[in-house]
């Protein structure tokens, strides 16, 4: 299994579109077996370029702070399992998703705007 995430100083950023990096996890029977960091810097906020990038990745779900609604819907479009909420360090958050464990709050970014 293969998670994309915005990360900020090693933890899930609480925004999505402002993200100018990435960790890809990959996970083997719950445990992280590689990590990545991709750039996305001049990406923020750009809907198709984010989407293409997790896209190029092949991951099977994105994790996130919080994510706009129009992101949200590309990704899902895309057939990627999208969870909106989570905070934490990249590796923890990962292995919790995969054990069914990872709380969550509801969507943080719910300003539907660029203006922020």
């Known amino acids: 299994m293969k998670i994309a995430m915005p990360v900020q100083n090693g933890q899930v950023n609480p925004h999505f579109g402002t993200s100018k990096e990435f960790a890809v996890v990959e996970l083997e029977d719950g445990k992280v077996v590689n990590q990545k960091v991709i750039s996305a810097e001049g990406l923020q906020h750009n809907h198709g370029g984010l989407a293409g990038l997790i896209r190029d990745e092949?991951?099977?779900?994105?994790?996130?702070?919080?994510?706009?609604?129009?992101?949200?819907?590309?990704?899902?479009?895309?057939?990627?399992?999208?969870?909106?909420?989570?905070?934490?360090?990249?590796?923890?958050?990962?292995e919790a998703y995969a054990a069914g464990t990872l709380a969550t709050k509801p969507n943080i970014c719910g300003c539907g705007g660029h203006g922020h």
């Open 58 to 94: 092949q991951v099977n779900a994105v994790i996130t702070g919080g994510i706009g609604g129009h992101m949200l819907e590309a990704l899902q479009q895309m057939g990627l399992n999208v969870v909106p909420g989570a905070a934490g360090e990249i590796a923890a958050v990962a």
